[in-house]
Nanobody, 126 residues
């Protein structure tokens, strides 16, 4: 059973930064499209960012463009989410997701993804 494990969440003041990591348990995940989603209490899970397996295609949700950066290191089976200029509305549980794809697509639909991590909480205080 493949696993994705997120880390790096925490409490930060508005305007601050955090870097999330998502480590995959299997080397095969290096050929998967990977993404970050988030979910605040009482809200639906929202797309944040995605990166194709080679890193050539990247796509961001409108609410994080210009502030967040997704990247991946296939040698470490890990993806990252650098979050800058954080706002209170960024407060949510952040989830890593993976989808096998030989295409260089960065999917933004939650239903596309087959594997999910357990999430890491990010709280931004005002």
């Amino acid at each position: 059973q493949a696993h994705l494990v997120e880390s790096g969440g925490g409490l930060v003041q508005a305007g601050g930064s955090l870097r999330l990591s998502c480590a995959a348990s299997q080397r095969a995940f290096s050929t998967y499209t990977k993404a970050w989603f988030r979910q605040a209490p009482g809200k639906e899970r929202e797309f944040v960012a995605a990166v194709s397996w080679s890193g050539i295609n990247i796509f961001y949700g409108d609410s994080v463009k210009g502030r967040f950066t997704i990247s991946r290191d296939n040698a470490k089976n890990t993806i990252y989410l650098q979050m800058n200029s954080l706002k209170p509305e960024d407060t949510a549980a952040y989830y890593c997701a993976a989808k096998y794809s030989e295409l260089q697509h960065a999917y933004d639909a939650r239903t596309e993804y087959d594997y999910w991590g357990q999430g890491t909480q990010v709280t931004v205080s005002s």
